[in-house]
């Protein structure tokens, strides 16, 4: 048997730039494996650097046009935690209601327009819909919907506006929240009715045994706020991370890699997520894992696809409930802390992607003095590697096409490799 | 061919992809778009792609890398009407912050191993090649957007906005957050465009749509330092998303 080598060198259908460069010997060996992210530097952790408290936010969200949620209310409660500002009730509230929306944005995007087309045979969302209108023209609608609940919230759907320090400027009314009720339960009962057709794609399986990390709370399915677990038994507050994670830079890309320190790589993301805390999904989303067979016991990459259809589900369903029980004050004003002391403070949140990590010291003026950022494809890069490195001999062996099947297997991550180059220590 | 469609093409260069998520913000409008052009070059959103000509396209990120230096000269000459889209590729937005600092402070307060990182200061695609059209905002609101390409598919000037936010802010009613609260506002010489949400929402605007034509940023930021902001303060305002702009460079501490 020759050698074969797969050179992807820019991944379509992922956000951002990045290649992969897979080489199998002769005799089914793995000479390279590498997933590179070729994303030009931005330096956001260099230039935050004498920024202010009240701005980080603002900034931390342009990491990523595609989860900018995600960075801002991580920002938010990295610079509360440092500042000892108490959220009120209302402000979680509506901080989960608008990282919902972003999980539904995201994880439509990435399922139906990312990568169905691959196990449908298109190269693409366009020219799928000549074939599948039905299917694009629902993912269209509740994509659509979830950037409308991000926008009443926030203001703005890419780069919100209104969430600060604190709390909101301004809370949305109840008036103007309820009308979105009728078009969530539709999404519920219309995203359920595709699981049958997510189930029935032609998934290569990778079997591997890993170590699986994400948040987790007592009360609820968590989202912004939770103690980092993972399925071999760490369980550790968010100011304890980097005693937990280690990071290191690789010559051929530009964004670090994480480790669990003396341990090895680890995956985080939906099935993680589905994985650990699957036991307070909401009913809906409990039907859509058994629909799917979703295996519990799996840390299959490809399985984050099923999970993603499950956790639509599940954020259209917790975003009822949390429309429903909201009751507003629209009057209230963001919280304030303490400030004339150097402080510092950290944050663990769930991205779409999965674990996201934000801590940021302050000098006794509130200007930043140093930042650390370690969004969710930075956690998994090196994860992905291992898992070409077990895939791609098996697709070589099977007489598959190994660029495609590779692309696939990277794709299965929803890698948001903007982000990703903003893995670093100050 | 008559019965040809336009090509429409899409390309991300230093960014974070809000714009092409603004653009595919156009749910609506999205499938229709389709029908009437071809996207042949759209990375994000399919695996098909081909290297022009192309009769619009848009080019999302600033130029911060030998590499896109190339491609863009390329891309440029295999476009009819060339868009910078959103504000990192008009003037770098955000990221250009770390103008400021030098080259070799930015990679190694980043990186332990500087040796093989390429990166030059980033710049807006107009720095390079000749911009047939400028959408700005971060990202520019859809309605822009849609605006940029139904105009491209007629071959007429598009309707974009040259007046500041206030004629926005004015319209939907909202209190003055700078003459009424003494909050630091960048309404008056921010572009128009986003609809003014950010006094909408009671807070003051940022900025993030860039110097709207002839602003006067000298002017407002004496105000914001009569309403007692620090000279810190006022140069963190005015280095955010538009510090690279000649209207507001001098705020901006260049």
Same mark, same amino acid.
């Given at each position: 048997?020759? &050698?074969?080598?797969?050179?992807?060198c820019y991944i379509p259908r992922v956000e951002g730039q990045g290649s992969i460069d897979v080489e199998v010997?002769?005799?089914?060996?793995?000479?390279? &494996?590498?997933?590179?992210?070729?994303?030009?530097?931005?330096?956001?952790?260099?230039?935050?650097?004498?920024?202010?408290?009240?701005? #980080?936010?603002?900034?931390?969200?342009?990491?990523?046009?595609?989860?900018?949620?995600?960075?801002?209310?991580?920002?938010?409660?990295?610079?509360?935690?440092?500042?000892?500002?108490? #959220?009120?009730?209302?402000?979680?509230?509506?901080?989960?209601? /608008?990282?919902?929306?972003?999980?539904?944005?995201?994880?439509?995007?990435?399922?139906?327009?990312?990568? =169905?087309?691959?196990?449908?045979?298109?190269?693409?969302?366009?020219?799928?819909?000549?074939?599948?209108?039905?299917?694009?023209?629902?993912? /269209?609608?509740?994509?659509?919907?979830?950037?409308?609940?991000?926008?009443? #919230?926030?203001?703005? =759907?890419?780069?919100?506006?209104?969430?600060?320090?604190?709390?909101?400027?301004?809370?949305? =009314?109840?008036?103007?929240?309820?009308p979105l009720l009728g078009r969530l339960q539709r999404a519920r009962k219309e995203v359920l009715g595709t699981?049958?057709?997510?189930?029935?794609?032609?998934?290569?399986?990778?079997?591997?045994?890993?170590?699986?990390?994400?948040?987790?709370?007592?009360?609820?399915?968590?989202?912004?706020?939770?103690?980092?677990?993972?399925?071999?038994?760490?369980?550790?507050?968010?100011?304890?991370?980097?005693?937990?994670?280690?990071?290191?830079?690789?010559?051929?890309?530009?964004?670090?890699? &994480?480790?669990?320190?003396?341990?090895?790589?680890?995956?985080?993301?939906?099935?993680?997520?589905?994985?650990?805390?699957?036991?307070?999904?909401?009913?809906?989303?409990?039907?859509?894992?058994?629909?799917?067979?979703?295996?519990?016991?799996?840390?299959?990459?490809?399985?984050?696809?099923?999970?993603?259809?499950?956790?639509?589900?599940?954020?259209?369903?917790? &975003?009822?409930?949390?429309?429903?029980?909201?009751? %507003?004050? #629209?009057?209230?004003?963001?919280?304030?802390?303490?400030?004339?002391?150097?402080?510092?403070?950290? =944050?663990?949140?769930?991205?779409?992607?999965?674990?996201?990590?934000?801590?940021?010291?302050?000098?006794?003026?509130?200007?930043?003095?140093?930042?650390?950022?370690?969004?969710?494809?930075?956690?998994?890069?090196?994860?992905?590697?291992?898992?070409?490195?077990?895939?791609?001999?098996?697709?070589?062996?099977?007489?598959?096409?190994?660029? %495609?099947?590779?692309?696939?297997?990277?794709?299965?991550?929803?890698?948001?490799?903007?982000?990703?180059?903003?893995?670093?220590?100050? | 061919?008559?019965?040809?469609? +336009?090509?429409?093409?899409?390309?991300?260069?230093?960014?974070?992809?809000?714009?092409?998520?603004?653009?595919?913000?156009?749910?609506?409008?999205?499938?229709?778009? *389709?029908?009437?052009?071809?996207?042949?070059?759209?990375?994000?959103?399919?695996?098909?792609?081909?290297?022009?000509?192309?009769?619009?396209?848009?080019?999302?990120?600033?130029?911060?890398?030998?590499?896109?230096?190339?491609?863009?000269?390329?891309?440029?000459?295999?476009?009819?009407?060339?868009?910078?889209?959103?504000?990192?590729?008009?003037?770098?937005?955000?990221?250009?912050?770390?103008?400021?600092?030098?080259?070799?402070? *930015?990679?190694?307060?980043?990186?332990?191993?500087?040796?093989?990182?390429?990166?030059?200061?980033?710049?807006?695609?107009?720095?390079?090649?000749?911009?047939?059209?400028?959408?700005?905002?971060?990202?520019?609101?859809?309605?822009?957007?849609?605006?940029?390409?139904?105009? $491209?598919?007629?071959?007429?000037?598009?309707?974009?906005?040259?007046?500041?936010?206030?004629?926005?802010?004015?319209?939907?009613?909202?209190?003055?957050?700078?003459?009424?609260?003494?909050? +630091?506002?960048?309404?008056?010489?921010?572009?128009?465009?986003?609809?003014?949400?950010?006094?909408?929402?009671?807070?003051?605007?940022?900025?993030?749509?860039? +110097?709207?034509?002839?602003?006067?940023?000298?002017?407002?930021?004496?105000?914001?330092?009569?309403?007692?902001?620090?000279?810190?303060?006022?140069?963190?305002?005015?280095?955010?998303? $538009?510090?690279?702009?000649?209207?507001?460079?001098?705020?901006?501490?260049?």
């Amino acid at each position: 048997m020759r &050698s074969r080598r797969a050179s992807v060198c820019y991944i379509p259908r992922v956000e951002g730039q990045g290649s992969i460069d897979v080489e199998v010997g002769g005799g089914g060996k793995v000479r390279r &494996s590498e997933f590179a992210i070729f994303e030009p530097m931005r330096f956001f952790e260099a230039f935050l650097k004498g920024r202010k408290f009240h701005e #980080v936010h603002e900034l931390a969200s342009r990491i990523c046009g595609i989860c900018p949620i995600a960075h801002q209310i991580t920002a938010l409660r990295a610079v509360e935690n440092a500042f000892g500002i108490q #959220v009120s009730e209302q402000t979680k509230e509506l901080r989960r209601l /608008l990282a919902l929306s972003a999980w539904i944005q995201s994880h439509s995007l990435s399922v139906f327009f990312l990568t =169905a087309p691959d196990y449908l045979g298109f190269d693409g969302a366009v020219s799928m819909a000549a074939e599948h209108r039905d299917l694009v023209e629902l993912a /269209l609608r509740t994509k659509k919907l979830a950037n409308d609940v991000g926008e009443l #919230v926030g203001g703005r =759907a890419v780069h919100p506006i209104s969430a600060v320090v604190g709390g909101f400027t301004k809370i949305p =009314a109840k008036e103007e929240l309820e009308p979105l009720l009728g078009r969530l339960q539709r999404a519920r009962k219309e995203v359920l009715g595709t699981a049958g057709i997510i189930a029935g794609f032609n998934y290569p399986s990778l079997e591997l045994r890993s170590e699986l990390a994400c948040i987790s709370s007592k009360d609820r399915y968590a989202v912004n706020e939770g103690r980092l677990v993972t399925n071999m038994g760490l369980d550790a507050t968010e100011a304890d991370y980097r005693k937990f994670i280690v990071e290191r830079q690789v010559p051929y890309s530009n964004a670090k890699q &994480s480790r669990m320190a003396g341990r090895g790589t680890f995956m985080v993301g939906p099935l993680a997520r589905v994985v650990l805390n699957h036991a307070q999904l909401t009913p809906g989303a409990r039907k859509a894992m058994k629909d799917m067979e979703l295996d519990l016991g799996s840390s299959d990459p490809f399985m984050n696809i099923k999970a993603r259809v499950v956790e639509i589900v599940y954020a259209i369903e917790e &975003s009822i409930g949390i429309i429903r029980r909201l009751r %507003l004050d #629209v009057a209230e004003q963001p919280a304030r802390g303490r400030t004339g002391l150097p402080c510092a403070g950290a =944050a663990l949140t769930e991205a779409p992607r999965g674990l996201l990590y934000h801590r940021y010291a302050f000098d006794k003026s509130g200007v930043i003095t140093a930042a650390d950022i370690v969004p969710p494809t930075a956690h998994n890069s090196a994860h992905v590697e291992d898992s070409l490195r077990a895939f791609s001999p098996k697709v070589v062996a099977g007489g598959g096409d190994l660029s %495609l099947q590779c692309e696939m297997l990277v794709r299965a991550y929803d890698p948001c490799i903007s982000c990703s180059v903003h893995a670093v220590v100050l | 061919m008559v019965d040809e469609k +336009p090509r429409l093409a899409v390309f991300k260069f230093t960014g974070c992809a809000g714009c092409q998520m603004e653009l595919l913000r156009l749910e609506d409008e999205l499938l229709q778009i *389709a029908e009437r052009l071809d996207v042949t070059y759209f990375m994000m959103a399919q695996s098909k792609f081909d290297l022009g000509p192309y009769d619009l396209c848009l080019i999302e990120g600033s130029v911060s890398t030998p590499r896109e230096l190339e491609e863009l000269k390329r891309i440029r000459a295999a476009s009819r009407v060339l868009v910078a889209f959103g504000d990192c590729a008009v003037a770098g937005c955000v990221p250009s912050i770390r103008n400021w600092i030098s080259q070799y402070k *930015a990679e190694s307060s980043v990186y332990e191993n500087t040796a093989h990182l390429v990166s030059f200061r980033l710049q807006g695609i107009g720095e390079y090649v000749t911009v047939d059209g400028v959408l700005p905002g971060c990202p520019p609101h859809k309605a822009l957007i849609l605006e940029a390409i139904t105009s $491209a598919l007629q071959g007429i000037r598009p309707d974009l906005k040259y007046h500041p936010v206030c004629v926005e802010c004015k319209l939907r009613e909202n209190v003055c957050i700078l003459r009424s609260l003494g909050k +630091p506002c960048m309404g008056p010489v921010t572009r128009a465009g986003c609809g003014a949400i950010c006094p909408t929402y009671c807070r003051e605007c940022e900025g993030c749509y860039g +110097p709207m034509s002839d602003a006067n940023a000298e002017h407002l930021a004496r105000l914001f330092k009569k309403n007692g902001m620090s000279d810190d303060d006022a140069v963190r305002k005015f280095r955010k998303y $538009a510090g690279m702009t000649d209207e507001f460079r001098t705020e901006a501490g260049l």
